[in-house]
């Protein structure tokens, strides 16, 4: 049995990416074989081409969330690899939009428009669905904060989209809910293994910005309710993992803001010191075994 990661060894700021290193070690535990491929290699060491097709005994994991490592991921899928894949349908298909889905089961989303108006006046009804002003405008794609954006006023909204429709940005506009802190929830299979909140730095609205160390983290248990929703959040988008951001607002009601996929853990093993990724290859271990004996 081999484990497969598909990785960067550098994040997008030339440091050291913590995640792969995790991997290793859950497999030298485990005694399993572990196979890279570091994305940042791409094109270099090794191509497309050099891809193997995945069969019985090989389990599979993409760290990396590139085009490139989405594709080199579904070249190497196929319907007996092991993955966290319920569906191999939502992995050759668009990106999904998980606030959508999640509207439609009934979880507790963050209120939100996807897309830019098209007119004042809709726009002004917009601002009024959200709740007024401060709107939040988020750039989809962007991760630790970027393209996170707090407008207080209609003038700066009206140009800044103006500014986003001609870039031709993906975007969404959500309620601004107030906030001392958010928790991101690792959900591995039926389960949130691992979960811990990260306080809102003074002068900052946004909790996840960059990799800041000032910030004030701690293990976060969650009610039960919500470790269900957090669960429902990546299972309804046909996953048996992923890491969901949850917002509490003052009266401590949560809402989902996303859930990522694949989510970088490293945070949230190193605060709560919980073995996330012995977890994962466990999971993925466990399910090849169930699917052997069927």
């Known amino acids: 049995m081999k484990f497969h990661l598909i990785y960067k060894s550098k994040d997008d700021n030339g440091n050291d990416n913590k995640i792969p290193e995790l991997f290793k070690n859950a497999c030298k535990e485990r005694e399993l074989e572990f196979v890279g491929y570091d994305m940042c290699e791409f094109g270099k060491s090794f191509t497309l081409s050099d ?30 690899a092991t993955t966290f894949h319920t569906d ?87 309620k601004y809910i107030p906030h001392d802190y958010y928790v991101r929830a690792v959900v591995v299979g039926d389960e949130v293994v691992a979960s811990n909140a990260t306080y809102v730095l003074d002068g900052e609205f946004r909790t996840n910005v960059a990799t800041n160390e ?17 669960v429902d959040a990546v299972r309804t988008l046909k996953r048996e993992t992923g890491g969901v951001d949850l917002i509490f607002d003052k009266e401590e009601n949560p809402y989902i803001a996303e859930v990522n996929f694949p989510n970088d853990f490293h945070t949230a093993q190193k605060v709560t010191k919980i073995d996330i990724a012995g977890k994962m290859i466990d999971y993925l271990i466990e399910k090849e075994k169930n699917t052997d004996s069927k």
Do not use: C
């Open 214 to 230: 000032d910030q004030k983290r701690e293990t976060k248990i969650l009610p039960k309710e919500v470790q269900k929703a957090v």
């Open 88 to 174: 191999l349908h939502a992995l050759n298909s668009a990106r999904i939009a998980s606030w959508f889905t999640h509207q439609q089961y009934g979880l507790p989303v963050v209120p939100t428009y996807p897309g830019i108006p098209s007119t004042k006046e809709e726009i002004e009804s917009v601002v009024e669905k959200l709740g007024s002003f401060p709107i939040i405008i988020k750039v989809t794609g962007g991760s630790l904060g970027v393209g996170v954006m707090r407008i207080d006023s209609m003038k700066s909204l009206q140009s800044i989209l103006d500014y986003l429709k001609a870039k031709g940005a993906k975007v969404m506009l959500r």
């Open 51 to 80: 891809a193997p097709k995945l069969g019985k005994g090989d389990l599979l994991y993409r760290s990396a969330s590139s085009t490139e490592a989405i594709t080199l991921e579904r070249v190497m899928v196929t319907k007996d």
